[in-house]
Antibody, heavy 124, light 107 residues
Framework: QVQLQQWGAGLLKPSETLSLTCAVS????????WNWIRQSPGKGLEWIGE???????DYTPSLKSRATMSIDTSKNQFSLKLTSVTAADTAVFYC??????????????????WGKGTTVIVSS | DIQMTQSPSSLSASIGDRVTITCRAS??????LNWYQQKPGEAPNLLIY???RLQSGVPSRFSGSGSGTDFTLTINSLQPEDFAIYYC?????????FGPGTKLDIK
């Protein structure tokens, strides 16, 4: 049974750096894509980006300048850093496993295992 | 970015009802469409992937259909545990985007 356990600081001041880590247990680490998603009342669910086991990343354009994802395959962990946070970054952050389904003519991506979420509040 | 819309935004139904939720993409996404269920205080839970494929462990009363830009999630014979918020998500291209959600509550 694959589980994702996530942690990180929950209260930040404006301009600080958000730092979250997600640990994967109970399954393969190298065959999947590792994602971060956030959820705020104002913007709903927002995909932040993904990283694969080789460290190749893909970010949503609106956060690309501030977000950095990294991976530690020796620990089966991946992390998110988001610099210069503001109140608009207040949200619940989730890590999630992404995988591909091979259809008849294409590969379909979906996120099938999620962490429980970390609430991050940015306030002075 | 591909914009996802859902209708209705909220829906009231009774135990045993059949309900349908609609999701529309701002451009053709063929079958690159997933559905998630979220209950209060929990992470989203995958129900359907590739528009119509039922995730392992999800009850068969859930089904998905559609292709192109228009998709539906159908729940047959609503159970008490089905009252939640439902989101669609496109995986045709990054950035992956979600619909605003449909809140299903008890009539």
């Amino acid at each position: 049974q694959v589980q994702l356990q996530q942690w990180g600081a929950g209260l930040l001041k404006p301009s600080e750096t958000l730092s979250l880590t997600c640990a994967v247990s109970g399954g393969s680490f190298s065959d999947f894509y590792w994602n971060w998603i956030r959820q705020s009342p104002g913007k709903g669910l927002e995909w932040i980006g993904e990283i694969n086991h080789s460290g190749v990343t893909d970010y949503t354009p609106s956060l690309k300048s501030r977000a950095t994802m990294s991976i530690d395959t020796s620990k089966n962990q991946f992390s998110l850093k988001l610099t210069s946070v503001t109140a608009a970054d207040t949200a619940v952050f989730y890590c999630a496993r992404g995988r591909l389904f091979r259809g008849t003519s294409a590969y379909y991506f979906y996120m099938d295992v999620w962490g429980k979420g970390t609430t991050v509040i940015v306030s002075s | 970015d591909i914009q996802m819309t859902q209708s209705p935004s909220s829906l009231s139904a009774s135990i045993g009802d059949r309900v349908t939720i609609t999701c529309r993409a701002s451009q053709i996404i063929t079958s690159y469409l997933n559905w998630y269920q979220q209950k209060p205080g929990e992470a989203p839970n995958l129900l359907i992937y590739a528009a119509s494929r039922l995730q392992s462990g999800v009850p068969s009363r859930f089904s998905g259909s559609g292709s192109g830009t228009d998709f539906t999630l159908t729940i047959n014979s609503l159970q008490p545990e089905d009252f939640a918020i439902y989101y669609c998500q496109q995986s045709y291209t990054t950035p992956f985007t979600f619909g605003p959600g449909t809140k299903l509550d008890i009539k």
